[in-house]
C-alpha cells in the first residue's frame, strides 16, 4: 500500500482497496498451506475473529469515514514503524507452564502441536487482554487495508501466551477472514478499483509462489533485517507526507 | 481416535477450498484483465484523485450480471468478489465442522463471526 502511494502516486482510497485483495490473495494461499500442519488452533482463530471482524467493520465504516487522509497516512507510518522495530525485536521462544485463564478454560482454547517428540500440549492466558488487542489489530488492518499481523502475532504470543508456531498460523488464518470483511465495505464505497487491482492481485500470486522457492536459498537473517529497514524509511515518509498533505 | 481422523479430513477439505477458491479467483480476474487490455490498450488512467467506482462496480448482483455479458471490467470485480467469498465460505464450512462434532458452544462463535462479515457484504449496502 505505501508504495503504491508513495511510488506511483496513487490516492490512498484506491490502494488501501487494492492493498486488501493482496491481503486476502497471500493470506488464504498461505492457510492453505499451513492447515494441514497442524499448528492452526481453529478455535482460538474463531473466537479472535469476532473481535478482528468487529474492528475490521468500524476501521473500515466509522473510522475510514471519519479520519482525513493525512491523518490515515500519519497512522500509516506509525504502524509501519512500530512493526519494524517489533519484528527485529522479536524473540522467538516459547512459553512453559502457561496457567489458563477463565475464558481459556470456558472456551477449551488450549490445544496442542507436533513437535519431533510427538505431540505437546499448551494452554492459553489473559484472553481478555488479547481479544481487545485483536479488535484494535481489525480497526487498523479496516482503516488501513492491511494484514496486521504483526500485531496479531504480538497479541497471541505475548499477551495470550501461545507458542510462536501457533500463534503465527492461527494468525494467518485470521487475516483472511478479516480483510475479506474490510474488502467487502471498501467494495461497496468504490475503493477498489478493477484496473488497479488486477495487476496488484496477480502480481502478488505470482511473487508468492516464486518467493517461496528463493526464500529457502536466502539468509532470513539478511531479509529481515533488510525488510525492517526499508519498512522503518517507509513508516517515515508517510508521516512526512500526511504532514505535509502530499497525499 | 476417530475425532482425529475426522479432524485431519476437514483440514485436507478447509485447504483445497482455499486453493481452489484463490486459482478460480486468479483465472477470472485473468480473463478479465486480458479482455480489459484488449479494449483499453491506449488509454491511460491515473488514480491520484480518488472520485470512487461507478455503482455498476460496487453492487454485487450488478457486478455478476454486467461480468455475465462480458464486461471486462465487471469480470475483474468478479474475481474480486470470488476471493473475498473464499475466506467467509471458510467459516461457513467451519460451522458445519463444529455442528458435526457436536460443539454447539463453537457453532454459535462461528455463527457470530459468519453474521458479522455476511453485515459487510449485505448490510452495508443498504445504507
Do not use: C
Request: hydrophobic share 55%; charged share 10%.
Amino acid at each position: 500500500m505505501p508504495l503504491l502511494t508513495l511510488l506511483f502516486g496513487i490516492n490512498i482510497h484506491y490502494a488501501i482497496g487494492a492493498s486488501l485483495v493482496s491481503v486476502i490473495a497471500t493470506s488464504s494461499g498461505a492457510a492453505s498451506a499451513y492447515v494441514r500442519e497442524g499448528f492452526t488452533n481453529i478455535r482460538i482463530g474463531m473466537v479472535l475473529e469476532i473481535a478482528t471482524v468487529l474492528g475490521a467493520l468500524i476501521g473500515s465504516i466509522i473510522l475510514a469515514a471519519i479520519l482525513p487522509s493525512t491523518m490515515i497516512a500519519i497512522i500509516f507510518g506509525i504502524v509501519l514503524i512500530y512493526s519494524a522495530i517489533i519484528s527485529s525485536l522479536l524473540r522467538l521462544q516459547d512459553h512453559e507452564n502457561v496457567q489458563p485463564d477463565r475464558w481459556a478454560t470456558r472456551l477449551r482454547l488450549g490445544g496442542s502441536f507436533p513437535t519431533s517428540e510427538g505431540l505437546k500440549a499448551y494452554e492459553v492466558s489473559s484472553v481478555p487482554g488479547g481479544f481487545g488487542l485483536m479488535t484494535v489489530a481489525g480497526m487498523l488492518s479496516g482503516l488501513l487495508g492491511i494484514g496486521s499481523g504483526a500485531m496479531k502475532v504480538i497479541a497471541m504470543d505475548q499477551v495470550m501466551k501461545i507458542p510462536f508456531k501457533a500463534a503465527t498460523t492461527t494468525s494467518n488464518f485470521m487475516i483472511g477472514v478479516t480483510a475479506a470483511a474490510s474488502a467487502a465495505v471498501y467494495l461497496h464505497r468504490g475503493y477498489i478499483d478493477p484496473g488497479l487491482s488486477m495487476p496488484v492481485m496477480l502480481g502478488v500470486l505470482i511473487g508468492s509462489l516464486l518467493g517461496a522457492k528463493a526464500l529457502t536459498r536466502l539468509h532470513i537473517k539478511v531479509l529481515r533485517t533488510a525488510f525492517s529497514v526499508v519498512i522503518f524509511l517507509l513508516g517515515i515518509e508517510m508521516i512526512f507526507n500526511g504532514f505535509t498533505g502530499r497525499l | 481416535m476417530e475425532k482425529q481422523e475426522h479432524h485431519i479430513v476437514m483440514q485436507e477439505v478447509i485447504g483445497n477450498l482455499l486453493r481452489t477458491g484463490v486459482m478460480l479467483a486468479a483465472i477470472v480476474v485473468l480473463v478479465g484483465g486480458i479482455l480489459y487490455l484488449m479494449q483499453n490498450s491506449n488509454r491511460l488512467i491515473t488514480l491520484h484523485h480518488f472520485k470512487g467506482e461507478p455503482q455498476r462496480l460496487t453492487h454485487i448482483s450488478i457486478i455478476f450480471k454486467q461480468a455475465l455479458s462480458g464486461h471486462s471490467q465487471a469480470i475483474i470485480q468478479m474475481g474480486l468478489l470470488i476471493l473475498i467469498f473464499t475466506p467467509i465460505a471458510r467459516v461457513l464450512l467451519s460451522v458445519f465442522v463444529f455442528a458435526l462434532e457436536k460443539d454447539r458452544l463453537y457453532v454459535l462463535i462461528t455463527l457470530i463471526v459468519l453474521g458479522l462479515l455476511l453485515y459487510s457484504l449485505i448490510g452495508n449496502a443498504a445504507a
